[in-house]
C-alpha cells in the first residue's frame, strides 16, 4: 500500500524558517498532484500550495511570497520550504499526493499523517 510521511515541524520563533517534507512510498507508478494542507486548532483544514506533476504550482493567498512547494520526482517527494514564518502559520500541516498505482488504472488520494508547525511571536 502507498504511504506518505511527512517530516521537518517544530516550534520556531516568528521570523523563522522551516522546511516541512513528504515522501511517498510503496507500489508507485506515478504521482500527479501533491498539496500541501493545514489545520489550525479549531478551523477548518486549508490549502497552502499544490504543485502539479509539470512543476506548476500555486499557493493561497496568505503565504504567498513566503512560502515555496517543490518536488523530486526520482524521490517521490515534495517539500514546503517556510521563510518568514508567522504565528498565523501556526498549524498541523498535512500533506495529500495524488497516485497511480503500479497495475491501476484510475488515480487516489493518500494523505501524510501531518506534522505540527507552531510559530511563537
Known amino acids: 500500500q502507498v504511504q506518505l510521511v511527512e517530516s521537518g515541524g517544530g516550534l520556531v520563533q516568528a521570523g523563522g524558517s522551516l522546511r516541512l517534507s513528504c515522501a511517498a512510498s510503496g507500489s508507485i507508478f506515478s504521482i500527479n498532484a501533491m498539496n500541501w494542507y493545514r489545520q489550525a486548532l479549531g478551523k477548518q483544514r486549508e490549502l497552502v500550495a499544490a504543485?502539479?506533476?509539470?512543476?506548476?504550482?500555486n499557493y493561497a493567498d496568505a503565504v504567498k511570497g513566503r512560502f515555496t512547494i517543490s518536488r523530486d520526482n526520482a524521490k517521490n517527494t515534495v517539500y514546503l520550504q517556510m521563510n518568514n514564518l508567522k504565528p498565523d502559520d501556526t498549524a498541523v500541516y498535512y500533506c495529500?499526493?495524488?497516485?497511480?498505482?503500479?497495475?491501476?488504472?484510475?488515480?487516489?488520494?493518500?494523505w501524510g499523517q501531518g506534522t505540527q508547525v507552531t510559530v511563537s511571536s
Open positions: 504543485i502539479t506533476s509539470g512543476g506548476s504550482t
Open positions: 495529500k499526493a495524488r497516485i497511480l498505482r503500479t497495475g491501476w488504472s484510475t488515480l487516489n488520494d493518500y
